[in-house]
């Protein structure tokens, strides 16, 4: 079974649409992390959490929310879909003092 | 904020062919460099982590070096076979703990 798992892995949308998408981990991990990954630009930090109390915003965290349900759950909204939402969602988890990032299968997304 | 460049974009090279793909960034002030892998329309697999202070990690046949002083890291890759095809992407985790990415390498070895 893989270690992080991510739901749904493709999602298609309309503008203006309330969506989440949602990360599990069972790698015991404390660290979460939410990335968008565009042709050309690479992958954006969006979200990231240190346990379940500490949310910290990234690079390019406007549009998006998230919350910390549990060590292994890490879900990502977007309230009000808008196309250039369009993206490659990848969830990642990571445990200090290493740090080493472990991602998920990524969530496809269109919004229409 | 931490750039991240990976030169070049593009690489294709004939089987068995040594290689080394760069990463550079312009933040010194890094805890770690990893290098990942990522099949078209997959998720990214880690290949190798080098913390600040190391010079080099070893994996079968890759070999990681890092050098902070310069912002600069290689991944060398022997003997390429076409199974090696893929994006390779470095990223560092900086100041915050934020990590960025470089925009990968598209690596194909031809048979």
């Known amino acids: 079974d893989a270690d992080v798992t991510q739901t749904p892995r493709n999602r298609i949308t309309k503008t203006g649409k309330r969506i989440m998408l949602e990360c599990s981990q069972t790698k015991g991990h404390d660290r979460m992390y939410w990335y968008r990954q565009d042709p050309g630009l690479g992958l954006r930090l969006i979200y990231y959490?240190?346990?379940?109390?500490?949310?910290n915003k990234g690079e390019i965290s406007d549009g998006y929310s998230v919350s910390r349900q549990a060590q292994a759950k890490f879900s990502l909204s977007l309230e009000s879909a808008i196309p250039n939402q369009t993206a490659l969602y990848f969830c990642?988890?990571?445990?200090?003092?290493?740090?080493?990032?472990?991602f998920g299968p990524g969530t496809r997304l269109t919004v229409l | 904020k931490q750039e991240v460049t990976q030169i070049p974009a593009a690489l294709s090279v004939p089987e068995g062919e040594n290689l080394v793909l760069n990463c550079s960034f312009t933040d010194s002030a890094i805890y770690n460099l990893q290098w990942f892998r990522q099949d078209p329309g997959k998720g990214l697999t880690s290949l190798l982590l080098i913390q600040s202070s190391q010079r080099e990690q070893t994996s079968g046949r890759l070999n990681a070096s890092l050098d902070k002083s310069s912002g600069r890291s290689t991944l060398y890759i022997a003997a390429s076979q076409p199974g090696d095809s893929a994006t390779y992407l470095c990223a560092v985790e900086s100041t915050g703990n934020q990590f960025y990415f470089g925009t990968g390498t598209s690596l194909t070895v031809i048979p």
């Open positions: 959490s240190f346990d379940v109390k500490d949310i």
């Open positions: 990642a988890t990571s445990a200090p003092p290493a740090d080493e990032q472990f």
